[in-house]
């Protein structure tokens, strides 16, 4: 039987929980396969560093360069994470011709043309459905699965740290720092937590499957991004009496075409990440804990659910294996570019700037409790042209100052961003307001 070798660049969480898997479930692979994956060799930083799962020292050095160069490796992983070491690894690999496969969202978020590029250029390729929801095959549904179709929306809980630690909070009552510690802990948040919380690590899975929905590369600094830090348990119980949950979502829909269209137009895309509430009774709802799920619509297939857990060691070990065998079947073929990384083809899309997008609105302020508040409120809505869909004023609330929730119908993002700042500026308003945006799936 063929055999292909591995050089392994990293084996902390995703590393380790790598080499576990192939020990567990290689002659498996090889029986499918008709090829042997053999480990050669795991670059490490620390080879005294604990590991999930335990690699023996005979596999392990410091020096990822005599991986990437051993000419009895085959096939690199990259699993180090970062853009800086990450991206001179995954460089110097393809440039000798070797596959890639990594598990590194922010390095493809920052230079993923480049490497796409050189991997072109030294006709090898560069795999990565580790990078995007853990152990769910994401990134060949859209690629392989979805072709023949056109994407129209996709939602996504991509953040198995984010989806922790909202589950926790709305479940237990828990403390937003006390779940992101046991995030950490369990090996799900990265290594600068601030990428899970504040949205950044959601920005960069979202903007890879964005790019593969609809054929040009989205750039991160086009997607609009909030985080979770000012979600507050009371937030959550509000949305819950009202019938909804809070979820931090990924969110990729086309806009409708103008009803003139001219030559020089493409698609328009919102591509954002926020929270949001969402219906308790839609199916993203009940995904919890670190469990990730994307909602995709295709104009062929209708609606399709992707379900799964998005982080830790295992399941994106199962990714990164997929990946690594495919990059054998294409050496055992000599097909190189079978699947080409990412192909543009819409090369006049462009990303909604979100100002412009419509979405309803979930609005909680905290106001003096005394007659012509509200009609101080409504006026400047109703200047505006942004209609209130309901108000509720919770009872139970003692002392002068009350919190007012208003659920706003559909309106643009600019226009309700500054009608907000107004009514922050109310003498009547006594605390920043707080808006959370509401998707209805529709
Ligand atoms: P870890 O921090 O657990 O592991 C990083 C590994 O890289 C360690 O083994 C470390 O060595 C090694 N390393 C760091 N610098 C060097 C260097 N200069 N040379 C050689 N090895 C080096 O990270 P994760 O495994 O969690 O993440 C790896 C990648 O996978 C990241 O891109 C991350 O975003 C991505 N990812 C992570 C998921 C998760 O659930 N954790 C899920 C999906 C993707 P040492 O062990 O000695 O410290
Ligand atoms: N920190 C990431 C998460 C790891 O929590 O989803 C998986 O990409």
Request: with cysteine; proline share 5%.
């Amino acid at each position: 039987m063929q055999q292909v070798n591995l050089g392994m660049i990293g084996g902390g969480t995703v590393g380790s929980g790598v080499f576990h898997a192939l020990q567990m479930n290689g002659s498996l692979m090889a029986s499918r396969l008709g090829i042997r994956i053999h480990i050669a060799k795991v670059a490490v930083k620390a080879c005294d560093e604990p590991r999930p799962y335990e690699i023996p020292r005979s596999f392990l050095t410091l020096d990822w360069r005599s991986v990437v160069n051993d000419p009895n490796v085959h096939i690199v992983t990259e699993l180090v994470g970062g853009t800086t070491i990450a991206r001179t690894m995954v460089l110097a690999a393809l440039r000798l011709r070797k596959p890639v496969v990594t598990a590194n969202k922010a390095l493809l978020s920052a230079h993923g043309e480049e490497l796409f590029a050189a991997a072109k250029q030294h006709g090898t390729n560069l795999y990565y459905e580790a990078s995007v929801c853990g152990g769910i095959p994401i990134i060949k549904s859209l690629r392989e699965g979805f072709v023949g179709n056109r994407i129209r929306q996709l939602y996504g809980i991509v953040n198995g740290t984010c989806n922790y630690i909202l589950s926790r909070m709305k479940s237990e009552g828990a403390e937003f720092a006390d779940v992101l510690a046991e995030a950490q802990s369990q090996g799900y948040a990265e290594a600068d937590p601030s990428l899970d919380v504040d949205g950044w690590d959601s920005q960069h899975k979202i903007g890879i499957l964005a790019s593969l929905a609809h054929g040009f590369w989205v750039k991160p600094q086009d997607i609009y991004v909030e985080g979770i830090r000012h979600i507050t348990r009371a937030d959550m119980e509000f949305a819950g009496k009202l019938g909804y949950t809070i979820k931090l979502l990924g969110i990729v829909k086309k806009m409708a075409a103008p009803a003139k269209p001219r030559k020089t137009d493409g698609s328009r895309v919102q591509v954002s990440v926020y929270p949001a509430l969402i219906p308790s009774a839609h199916v993203l709802a009940s995904v919890s804990h670190v469990f990730n799920a994307v909602f995709v619509r295709g104009d062929v297939v209708g609606d399709t659910l992707f379900y799964g857990r998005g982080a830790g060691k295992d399941a994106t070990a199962s990714a990164v294996l997929s990946d690594v065998a495919d990059a054998a079947l294409d050496l055992k073929f000599g097909t190189h570019h079978r699947v080409p990384p990412f192909v543009p083809h819409e090369l006049k899309g462009s990303v909604l700037p979100i100002d412009e997008v419509s979405s309803r609105y979930y609005v909680r302020l905290s106001v003096v409790d005394r007659p012509g508040v509200m009609a101080k409120i409504a006026s400047i809505l109703g200047a505006a042209r942004i209609g209130i869909m309901s108000i509720i004023q919770p009872e139970g609330h003692e002392g002068e100052i009350v919190p007012l929730i208003l659920m706003i119908h559909d309106a643009p993002n600019g226009p309700m961003r500054k009608a907000l700042e107004k009514i922050a500026r109310l003498s009547v308003v006594k605390a920043p307001p707080v808006m959370i945006r509401v998707e209805t799936f529709e």
